[in-house]
């Protein structure tokens, strides 16, 4: 049952940009917890950028190191999209990029790891070109 749906997936020449979105679909409930991660062919899924739970009711965003200073994860709160701008692709970002979410932003958890989110879409598929 699908119910995150990730677009913006494609091609693109190393240098290049991609703006992925992710949206709830139908009646799920999902906090604004939220984040980003890739697979690549033959690896593990890894966490990418992720939003978690800050002080005064906000989330504050969390990068691996490979996305520092080139991806931007941001979140539309009124509608609950999340977005990732990706700048100055890498032919190391080729991946299919997933979208995942968790039911409440409580408890301990690791905010880059799978395990946490328990709310998945099926992917988009990122390709970068040298």
């Known amino acids: 049952q699908v119910q995150l749906v990730e677009s913006g997936g494609g091609s693109v020449q190393a240098g290049g940009s991609l703006r992925l979105a992710c949206a709830p679909v139908?009646?799920?409930?999902?906090?604004?917890?939220m984040g980003w991660f890739r697979q690549a062919t033959g690896q593990d899924r890894e966490g990418v950028a992720v939003?978690?739970?800050?002080?005064?009711?906000?989330?504050?965003?969390k990068y691996a190191d490979s996305a520092q200073g080139r991806f931007t994860i941001s979140h539309d709160n009124a509608d609950k999209i999340l977005y990732l701008q990706m700048d100055n692709l890498k032919p190391e970002d080729t991946a299919m990029y997933y979208c995942a979410a968790r039911t409440s932003c409580t408890g301990l958890y690791w905010v880059l790891g799978e395990d946490a989110y328990n709310v998945w879409g099926q992917g988009t598929q990122v390709t970068v070109s040298s």
């Open positions: 939003l978690f739970s800050a002080t005064n009711n906000t989330v504050a965003p």
């Open positions: 139908g009646h799920i409930t999902i906090s604004d917890c």
